[in-house]
C-alpha cells in the first residue's frame, strides 16, 4: 500500500532542515517547519511553507518534545514527520507516536530504531548472524589495552571515553556511565577493544519492499573528540576485496532487522590488519549523505520519501557512480581553546564559488549545505555546525584542492570557526596519502597559516575608508589631508589569539598598531604601495607583488579575507570613558560624604542588593549595595573616613 | 642649464617644507623629549586625536613670526578641524616653545583665527598650556591682548561655542580663557588656572598657598566650579571635549546635500609646470582653473564657463563649482589690469552677489596700468568701482595669490586689507607696492632729481648701491615666506592643495549664513 505525501513536517533545525525542504521543493511537497523561540529567525524558518513556534530555547522544551511536535503536525495538516538526524530521529517511541496519529514517519521502522538503539543488543544481533564485531575481554588485563567505554545508547562521541591504564578502568567507567546518564538518559556502558588508528568506514544503504540498495561507504575517520570533521567517498586505500566484503556486510545487517529506508552501517577498519568490525547501525539520515548523494547521483531524501511512502526506488532516480567527494563540517568552535562553541551574530557567510546548495550537482562542482546566512545568530543552545562543504571531483586529489580552495576563500565573519584547521587538514601530507585514522588529529597537529601582517593595513585603510563614507561634511577630502604634516595616523587593533590566523600574538594584549599617512597622493605606508582602497577591499603591493585584501567593517570589528586566510580584529578604542574602566564590581562612592558604616569585611558573601556601606552626605544616609553576588575581594574605607565622589570604597567580585 | 618651472617650483615646496618642519619641531628636540617624558602631548598631538579619525585639518598660519626673533608657528596651532562631524576653529599653545608662552606674533595669530571663528560662525576650541606673555616683549601683548578675551565671550554672545581643554598652566591672562569659555575641562594634576602664582600672592598678601590651592584642576572642579568637568588625563580631556562638541547641537546652513562631483579634468600635478620661474613670463589662469574646479559630469555639464570672454581679456572671468559649490572666478591674465578688465570685474562681482554665489580671486598682476592714455581714460575711475565691488560684496570671498600681486591690484583682487575670507599664497607669489626693480629704480629717480634740483652731482656708485640694496630687501620683503610671517596671509601652500583647501574653506563657510549685497559705494561713472 503507498501513502503520497501531501504535506511533510521536519522536526528538526538548521541545515538538516533547509535539505528535507530542498527536496521536498523539487518534488512539490508542501512543509512544515517547527522552531525553537532562538531559531524564530533563521533560514529554515521562513523556507518552510509554514511554521510553528515552539516555545522556549532547550532542545528539552522545543526539538525533543514530541507532543508538540505531533501538534504542530495536526495543526498544519502535515501528513509526514522528517526527523533530521539528532534530536527524535532514533526516538522508536517518536516514531511509534507519529504511526499512531496516523502520519507517515520518514524512517525506519519502531523496531528497527530499537534494535540498533542499544548498541549492547545490536551487537549481539551481528555477532549472531556472523558479522564480526569488537569483543571486549570478560576480565580486561593489560595486555588488552587500550579499551573504550562506550555508552549503549550513545552518539557523538558523549559517553566515550579511551582506558589506557587498568588502573584508571573503573573511574572511567564511571564517568562514562554518568555522561551517559545525563546526555541519554541511560547509564548503559559497555568496553571494546579499542584499535588505536582505527578507521571508521561506514556503508549506505537503503532499505526497501524490494530489497536492499548498497550506496556505497564514506570514510569518516577524521575526527576530534569522537566528532567527525572530514567524510569522504569511496574510502581511500580500501582494497576492493574489502570494499565488496563490507558492502556484503552492511547489506546482511540491513536483512537481518528487515531494515526500511536510509541507514547507515558503521565498521570499524583496521588498516594494519586489513580487518573490520561492525560498530553500529545508524537508523537515520547522516550528516555526512551529501558526499555519497554526489558520488552515486542520488538523492538521498528523496529515496526516504520514496519508501516512507510504501515505494521501491525508481532505477531512473539513481545516477552512475563517478569520481570522489569530501565534505568538511563548518563549526562555530575554536579548536584553539579546547573546541570551544562560539555563539554570537555571523556577520558574513559567504563561500564563493558554489556550484549548488542542498543539490546534487549535475557535474562536479562545490555543494554548500548552509544552515545559516549572513547575519544570522548563532545560539548556544545547539550543536555549532554551521555548514557543511562538499566538493565532488574526478579524483579524491581534485576535491580536495578544490575543496582546500574553497575554504580559504569563504568569508566566514563574526564567529571563530575551525575553518583553519580543516584547510590545515585537506593540504596535509598524509591526508594526501589517504593515510587517514581516528588519531588523525593527533598524529598530525595541523599547522595554520601564519597571519598575513599586511591584514592589519588592509583593516586599517578599509576603515579609513569607511569613515570617509559616514563623513557629514567635508565629503570629498583626501583622507586625513593635512597641510603641515606633523604625525602619522595610527590605528590599533587587537585581536584574540583564535582570531589572528588562529594563532596566539606574541604578546596576547599588545594592539596592533598600524601607521599611515592619508593626504593628497593617497594613502602612504611604510614599506608597500597602496594600489586601491575602499571600505570593502584594499589592494596592497610589497615587493612588487600585489594582494587583495577583503574587508568586512561591522562596528569595532574588522574582517579581512586575504588569500593567505582570515583574520578577525577588533578596533581599540582612541578613548576609554574612565567610568567604564572601572574594574565591573566596584563600588563607587556615588557622591562626597563619609562613611558611617561598614556592613561587610573583606572575603565575605553577599547577595545582589545586600548593603555593603552606609554613607553619609548632605545629612543624608545613602546605603551602597551589592551589584551582584559574589565576594568582597577589596574594602578600602573605613568608618569615619571621608570619601570622593567616584572614589572606589569597595570591590565585590562576581560569582562565576 | 636652465631650470623648468616645475624644477624650481619643487625647489620652493622643500623651503616651504623646511620652513613647515621648524614650525612642527616646536620648541626643538630637547624640549620636545623634556614635554613628552612628563607623559604630555604636543600641540599637534593633541589635535590629531581630537578630530575625527580620517578627516582633514587645515592648519592656519604655520609660518607666522617667520623672519622674526621667534620661533616659526609663533609657539601656537591654529586650524580648522573636524570634531565631532562638527567644523571648529582650534587654537593649541605649544608648551616645547618657552612654555607657550604667547609673543607678539602668538596674539596676531589668534585674533585671526578668532576672525575666522567669527566670520564662519565655528565653534572654537582651546587646548591650553601657556606660561602666559612673553615678559620682554610684553609692551607688544599686554594692551592689545585683552581683545583675546573679549572676542572670547563676544563668540559666546553670538552663540558661537568656546571650548577651553586646560592641560598646563594657564595662569594670570591666560586664565580668562577658560573664563572666558563656554565649557572648561581641566586635567587633574596638570592644569594651573589662577591669576596669581605662589611668589606673586606672597608679594601681594603675604599669603602662603600652593599651586594646587590656588589653582588645581580639582579645585576648581569640586570648589571654584572653573572647570565642569575634571578629566582623569589628556586622552580624557579631549575625549570629554569631543563629547561637549557632540552635544552642542550645531547645524550647517547647507539644507540639500552636496552635489556629486568628479575629479578636475586636468592633471592636478600639471600645475607644478605652469607657473613661470620668471613672473615676468605670464601665463594663461584657465589652466589653473581647470586643475583646481570640479571636472565636467552630468549635472557640470562644463567645468568652467566663463563670463564676457571677448571683452577685457587680460582678467578671466567665469563659473565653476568647487566639490559640488558653486563659485564664482576672477583671475589674471596678462598681469595688467585696464579699465575694461576693472569694469568686467565690477560687474561680475555683482553678478555673483545677485546670486549669492562666493567669489574665488586667482591672483597675478601687476596692478593698474599707469600712463597718460590710461590715466585719460579714467583708470582711476574704474579701478575705484573695482575696488568698491569688491569691498562691499557680502558674498565670502577666497583669494589664492598665484604670482604677483602688486599695488593697487593686490587691493582690486581682493588681497589682505579686503578681508577675504581666507588667502592661502603659493610659493612663486610676490607681493609689494610694485616690484622690486621698479621700486628700486622710482628711488633712484627721485634721489636724483632732488640733487640735480640742488644743483649738486649725483653718486652714481652709490645710487648703484642703493639699488641693489633696496632691491634685495624688497624682493625679500615681497617674499610668500615673509608674508605669511606678518599674518598677511593664511598660509603658505602646495599648488596641488589648492582645490582641496579651497573646498575645505568652502564647507566652513555654510557654516554661516551669507546673503549677495544690496548696495555698494557710489559707483563713479
Known amino acids: 500500500m503507498t501513502t503520497p505525501i501531501r504535506r511533510l513536517?521536519?522536526?528538526?533545525?538548521?541545515?538538516?532542515?533547509?535539505?528535507?525542504?530542498?527536496?521536498?521543493?523539487?518534488?512539490?511537497?508542501?512543509?512544515?517547519?517547527?522552531?525553537s523561540d532562538a531559531d524564530a529567525a533563521m533560514p529554515f524558518v521562513g523556507e518552510a511553507d509554514v511554521a510553528v513556534r515552539l516555545p522556549g530555547d532547550a532542545p528539552s522544551e522545543t526539538y525533543l518534545r514530541s507532543d508538540l511536535i505531533l501538534d504542530a503536525a495536526r495543526r498544519t495538516g502535515a501528513d509526514a514527520v522528517h526527523p533530521g538526524y539528532g534530536f527524535l530521529s532514533e526516538n522508536a517511541e517518536f516514531a511509534r507516536a507519529v504511526v499512531d496519529a496516523g502520519l507517515v514517519w520518514v524512517g525506519p521502522a519502531p523496531e528497527s530504531i530499537e534494535a540498533m538503539g542499544s548498541k549492547i543488543r545490536a551487537k549481539e544481533l551481528m555477532r549472531a548472524a556472523g558479522i564480526p564485531v569488537l569483543e571486549a575481554p570478560a576480565s580486561p588485563a593489560t595486555a588488552d589495552l587500550p579499551l573504550i567505554v562506550k555508552a549503549?545508547?550513545?552518539?557523538?562521541?558523549?559517553?566515550?571515553?579511551?582506558?589506557?591504564?587498568?588502573?584508571?578502568?573503573?573511574?572511567?567507567?564511571?564517568?562514562?556511565?554518568?555522561?551517559?546518564?545525563?546526555?541519554?538518559?541511560?547509564?548503559?556502558?559497555?568496553?571494546?577493544?579499542?584499535?588505536?588508528?582505527?578507521?571508521?568506514?561506514?556503508?549506505?544503504?537503503?532499505?526497501?519492499?524490494?530489497?536492499?540498495?548498497?550506496?556505497?561507504?564514506?570514510?569518516?575517520?577524521?575526527?576530534?573528540?569522537?566528532?567527525?570533521?572530514?567524510?569522504?567517498?569511496?574510502?581511500?586505500?580500501?582494497?576492493?576485496?574489502?570494499?565488496?566484503?563490507?558492502?556484503?556486510?552492511?547489506?546482511?545487517?540491513?536483512?537481518?532487522?528487515?531494515?526500511?529506508?536510509?541507514?547507515?552501517?558503521?565498521?570499524?577498519?583496521?588498516?594494519?590488519?586489513?580487518?573490520?568490525?561492525?560498530?553500529?547501525?545508524?537508523?537515520?539520515?547522516?550528516?555526512?549523505?551529501?558526499?555519497?548523494?554526489?558520488?552515486?547521483?542520488?538523492?538521498?531524501?528523496?529515496?526516504?520519501?520514496?519508501?516512507?511512502?510504501?515505494?521501491?526506488?525508481?532505477?531512473?532516480?539513481?545516477?552512475?557512480?563517478?569520481?570522489?567527494?569530501?565534505?568538511?563540517?563548518?563549526?562555530?568552535?575554536?579548536?584553539?581553546a579546547d573546541w570551544q562553541p562560539q555563539s554570537g551574530l555571523l556577520t558574513m557567510v559567504d563561500v564563493p564559488g558554489v556550484d549548488g546548495r542542498f543539490d546534487l550537482l549535475n557535474r562536479p562542482g562545490l555543494r554548500l549545505d548552509s544552515g545559516v546566512e549572513s547575519g544570522s545568530e548563532v545560539s548556544t543552545h545547539y550543536d555549532a555546525l554551521l555548514a557543511k562543504l562538499v566538493a565532488w571531483a574526478p579524483t579524491r586529489e581534485q576535491a580536495a584542492r578544490r575543496l582546500a580552495a574553497a575554504l580559504r576563500g569563504a568569508r566566514l565573519h563574526g564567529l571563530v570557526t575551525n575553518r583553519d584547521l580543516l584547510v590545515g587538514i585537506l593540504g596535509d601530507p598524509a591526508f594526501a596519502a589517504g593515510e587517514v585514522s581516528t588519531a588523525f588529529l593527533d598524529d598530525h597537529p595541523v599547522r595554520t597559516p601564519a597571519p598575513d601582517p599586511d591584514a592589519c593595513v588592509a583593516a586599517a585603510l578599509a576603515l579609513a575608508e569607511h569613515d570617509r563614507s559616514t563623513r557629514t561634511v567635508q565629503q570629498g577630502v583626501p583622507v586625513a589631508w593635512r597641510n603641515v604634516v606633523s604625525q602619522a595616523q595610527i590605528t590599533r587593533f587587537s585581536g584574540s589569539s583564535a582570531q589572528v590566523g588562529g594563532r596566539a600574538p606574541a604578546q596576547a594584549d599588545d594592539p596592533v598598531e598600524v601607521a599611515w599617512y592619508g593626504g593628497r597622493d593617497g594613502y602612504v605606508v611604510h614599506g608597500l604601495v597602496v594600489r586601491a582602497t575602499s571600505p570593502t577591499g584594499v589592494t596592497l603591493e610589497r615587493d612588487g607583488v600585489a594582494t587583495t585584501y577583503d574587508v568586512q567593517v561591522t562596528g569595532d570589528r574588522v574582517d579581512v579575507d586575504a588569500p593567505s586566510g582570515h583574520v578577525a580584529l577588533t578596533v581599540v578604542p582612541r578613548f576609554t570613558d574612565p567610568a567604564d574602566a572601572v574594574s565591573s564590581g566596584s563600588l563607587l562612592a556615588p557622591m562626597p560624604g563619609t562613611v558611617v558604616g561598614v556592613a561587610v569585611t573583606k572575603g565575605d558573601h553577599v547577595a545582589a542588593g545586600d548593603p555593603v556601606l552606609v554613607l553619609e552626605a548632605m545629612k543624608m544616609q545613602h546605603t551602597v549595595s551589592a551589584p551582584h553576588a559574589g565576594t568582597v575581594t577589596d574594602l578600602t574605607v573605613r568608618p569615619g573616613d571621608q570619601v570622593a565622589a567616584g572614589e572606589v570604597l569597595a570591590l565585590v567580585e562576581e560569582k562565576q | 642649464?636652465?631650470?623648468?618651472?616645475?624644477?624650481?617650483?619643487?625647489?620652493?615646496?622643500?623651503?616651504?617644507?623646511?620652513?613647515?618642519?621648524?614650525?612642527?619641531?616646536?620648541?626643538?628636540?630637547?624640549?620636545?623629549?623634556?614635554?613628552?617624558?612628563?607623559?604630555?602631548?604636543?600641540?599637534?598631538?593633541?589635535?590629531?586625536?581630537?578630530?575625527?579619525?580620517?578627516?582633514?585639518?587645515?592648519?592656519?598660519?604655520?609660518?607666522?613670526?617667520?623672519?622674526?626673533?621667534?620661533?616659526?608657528?609663533?609657539?601656537?596651532?591654529?586650524?580648522?578641524?573636524?570634531?565631532?562631524?562638527?567644523?571648529?576653529?582650534?587654537?593649541?599653545?605649544?608648551?616645547?616653545?618657552?612654555?607657550?608662552?604667547?609673543?607678539?606674533?602668538?596674539?596676531?595669530?589668534?585674533?585671526?583665527?578668532?576672525?575666522?571663528?567669527?566670520?564662519?560662525?565655528?565653534?572654537?576650541?582651546?587646548?591650553?598650556?601657556?606660561?602666559?606673555?612673553?615678559?620682554?616683549?610684553?609692551?607688544?601683548?599686554?594692551?592689545?591682548?585683552?581683545?583675546?578675551?573679549?572676542?572670547?565671550?563676544?563668540?559666546?554672545?553670538?552663540?558661537?561655542?568656546?571650548?577651553?581643554?586646560?592641560?598646563?598652566?594657564?595662569?594670570?591672562?591666560?586664565?580668562?580663557?577658560?573664563?572666558?569659555?563656554?565649557?572648561?575641562?581641566?586635567?587633574?594634576?596638570?592644569?594651573?588656572?589662577?591669576?596669581?602664582?605662589?611668589?606673586?600672592?606672597?608679594?601681594?598678601?603675604?599669603?602662603?598657598?600652593?599651586?594646587?590651592?590656588?589653582?588645581?584642576?580639582?579645585?576648581?572642579?569640586?570648589?571654584?566650579?572653573?572647570?565642569?568637568?575634571?578629566?582623569?588625563?589628556?586622552?580624557?580631556?579631549?575625549?570629554?571635549?569631543?563629547?561637549?562638541?557632540?552635544?552642542?547641537?550645531?547645524?550647517?546652513?547647507?539644507?540639500?546635500?552636496?552635489?556629486?562631483?568628479?575629479?578636475?579634468?586636468?592633471?592636478?600635478?600639471?600645475?607644478?609646470?605652469?607657473?613661470?620661474?620668471?613672473?615676468?613670463?605670464?601665463?594663461?589662469?584657465?589652466?589653473?582653473?581647470?586643475?583646481?574646479?570640479?571636472?565636467?559630469?552630468?549635472?557640470?555639464?562644463?567645468?568652467?564657463?566663463?563670463?564676457?570672454?571677448?571683452?577685457?581679456?587680460?582678467?578671466?572671468?567665469?563659473?565653476?563649482?568647487?566639490?559640488?559649490?558653486?563659485?564664482?572666478?576672477?583671475?589674471?591674465?596678462?598681469?595688467?589690469?585696464?579699465?575694461?578688465?576693472?569694469?568686467?570685474?565690477?560687474?561680475?562681482?555683482?553678478?555673483?552677489?545677485?546670486?549669492?554665489?562666493?567669489?574665488?580671486?586667482?591672483?597675478?598682476?601687476?596692478?593698474?596700468?599707469?600712463?597718460?592714455?590710461?590715466?585719460?581714460?579714467?583708470?582711476?575711475?574704474?579701478?575705484?568701482?573695482?575696488?568698491?565691488?569688491v569691498s562691499n560684496s557680502t558674498v565670502p570671498h577666497l583669494s589664492v595669490i598665484m604670482g604677483a600681486s602688486y599695488g593697487a591690484g593686490n587691493y582690486g583682487m581682493n588681497g589682505r586689507a579686503y578681508d577675504p575670507r581666507f588667502l592661502f599664497t603659493w610659493p612663486s607669489a610676490k607681493a609689494a607696492v610694485m616690484g622690486p626693480a621698479q621700486l628700486a629704480g622710482v628711488l633712484s629717480i627721485v634721489a636724483r632729481a632732488a640733487r640735480e634740483a640742488r644743483g649738486q652731482e649725483y653718486d652714481e656708485k652709490g645710487d648703484a648701491e642703493m639699488r641693489a640694496l633696496v632691491e634685495a630687501s624688497v624682493e625679500e620683503q615681497s617674499l610668500p615666506f615673509f608674508l605669511s610671517g606678518m599674518l598677511y596671509d593664511d598660509g603658505v601652500i602646495d599648488p596641488r592643495d589648492t582645490r582641496t583647501i579651497l573646498a575645505i574653506c568652502l564647507s566652513v563657510i555654510e557654516n554661516a549664513p551669507f546673503t549677495g549685497a544690496g548696495g555698494y559705494g557710489v559707483f563713479r561713472t
Open chain 1, 9 to 35: 513536517l521536519v522536526a528538526n533545525r538548521g541545515e538538516i532542515a533547509r535539505r528535507v525542504f530542498a527536496t521536498c521543493r523539487r518534488l512539490g511537497i508542501e512543509t512544515v517547519a517547527v522552531h
Open chain 1, 152 to 336: 549503549s545508547a550513545g552518539g557523538g562521541g558523549r559517553g566515550m571515553r579511551v582506558v589506557r591504564d587498568l588502573d584508571r578502568l573503573d573511574d572511567e567507567i564511571a564517568a562514562a556511565r554518568a555522561e551517559a546518564d545525563s546526555a541519554f538518559g541511560d547509564g548503559t556502558v559497555f568496553l571494546e577493544r579499542y584499535v588505536e588508528r582505527g578507521r571508521h568506514v561506514e556503508v549506505q544503504v537503503v532499505g526497501h519492499p524490494d530489497g536492499i540498495l548498497v550506496l556505497g561507504e564514506r570514510d569518516c575517520s577524521i575526527q576530534r573528540r569522537h566528532q567527525k570533521v572530514v567524510e569522504e567517498s569511496p574510502a581511500p586505500r580500501l582494497p576492493e576485496r574489502t570494499r565488496a566484503s563490507l558492502h556484503e556486510a552492511a547489506r546482511a545487517v540491513a536483512a537481518a532487522i528487515d531494515y526500511r529506508g536510509a541507514g547507515t552501517v558503521e565498521f570499524l577498519y583496521d588498516a594494519g590488519a586489513d580487518r573490520f568490525f561492525f560498530l553500529e547501525m545508524n537508523t537515520r539520515l547522516q550528516v555526512e549523505h551529501p558526499v555519497t548523494e554526489l558520488v552515486h547521483g542520488v538523492d538521498l531524501v528523496e529515496l526516504q520519501l520514496t519508501v516512507a511512502e510504501g515505494r521501491s526506488p525508481d532505477p531512473r532516480t539513481i545516477g552512475e557512480t563517478y569520481g570522489h567527494a569530501i565534505e568538511v563540517r563548518l563549526y562555530a568552535e575554536d579548536p584553539a
Open chain 2, 1 to 389: 642649464m636652465t631650470v623648468t618651472n616645475r624644477e624650481a617650483m619643487l625647489a620652493k615646496l622643500a623651503d616651504l617644507d623646511a620652513e613647515h618642519a621648524k614650525a612642527v619641531g616646536g620648541g626643538g628636540q630637547k624640549y620636545v623629549d623634556r614635554h613628552h617624558a612628563r607623559g604630555k602631548l604636543l600641540p599637534r598631538e593633541r589635535i590629531e586625536l581630537l578630530v575625527d579619525p580620517g578627516s582633514a585639518f587645515l592648519e592656519l598660519s604655520p609660518l607666522a613670526g617667520w623672519g622674526s626673533d621667534f620661533t616659526v608657528g609663533a609657539s601656537v596651532v591654529t586650524g580648522i578641524g573636524v570634531v565631532e562631524g562638527v567644523e571648529c576653529l582650534i587654537t593649541a599653545n605649544d608648551p616645547s616653545v618657552k612654555g607657550g608662552a604667547s609673543n607678539p606674533w602668538t596674539v596676531k595669530k589668534i585674533f585671526r583665527a578668532s576672525q575666522i571663528a567669527e566670520e564662519n560662525n565655528l565653534p572654537t576650541i582651546s587646548l591650553v598650556e601657556s606660561g602666559g606673555a612673553d615678559l620682554p616683549t610684553q609692551k607688544e601683548i599686554f594692551i592689545p591682548g585683552g581683545k583675546l578675551f573679549r572676542d572670547l565671550t563676544r563668540a559666546s554672545a553670538r552663540k558661537q561655542p568656546t571650548v577651553a581643554l586646560v592641560f598646563g598652566n594657564s595662569t594670570a591672562g591666560g586664565a580668562y580663557v577658560p573664563g572666558m569659555s563656554d565649557y572648561t575641562v581641566m586635567v587633574k594634576e596638570q592644569a594651573k588656572v589662577f591669576l596669581g602664582g605662589p611668589p606673586l600672592v606672597r608679594m601681594a598678601t603675604g599669603e602662603e598657598a600652593d599651586d594646587e590651592s590656588l589653582g588645581g584642576a580639582d579645585m576648581h572642579a569640586r570648589i571654584s566650579g572653573l572647570a565642569d568637568y575634571l578629566a582623569e588625563d589628556e586622552l580624557d580631556a579631549i575625549r570629554i571635549g569631543r563629547r561637549i562638541v557632540a552635544r552642542l547641537n550645531r547645524r550647517t546652513m547647507r539644507t540639500e546635500p552636496v552635489p556629486p562631483f568628479v575629479e578636475p579634468d586636468a592633471d592636478v600635478d600639471g600645475l607644478l609646470d605652469l607657473i613661470p620661474a620668471d613672473l615676468k613670463e605670464p601665463f594663461d589662469p584657465r589652466a589653473v582653473i581647470v586643475r583646481i574646479v570640479d571636472g565636467s559630469s552630468p549635472g557640470n555639464a562644463r567645468a568652467f564657463d566663463e563670463f564676457k570672454p571677448l571683452y577685457g581679456a587680460s582678467l578671466v572671468t567665469g563659473w565653476a563649482r568647487i566639490h559640488g559649490r558653486p563659485i564664482g572666478i576672477l583671475a589674471n591674465a596678462q598681469g595688467v589690469l585696464f579699465s575694461e578688465e576693472a569694469q568686467k570685474a565690477t560687474q561680475f562681482i555683482q553678478l555673483a552677489n545677485q546670486a549669492d554665489t562666493p567669489l574665488l580671486f586667482l591672483h597675478n598682476t601687476t596692478g593698474y596700468m599707469v600712463g597718460a592714455e590710461y590715466e585719460q581714460g579714467g583708470i582711476i575711475k574704474h579701478g575705484a568701482q573695482m575696488i568698491n565691488a
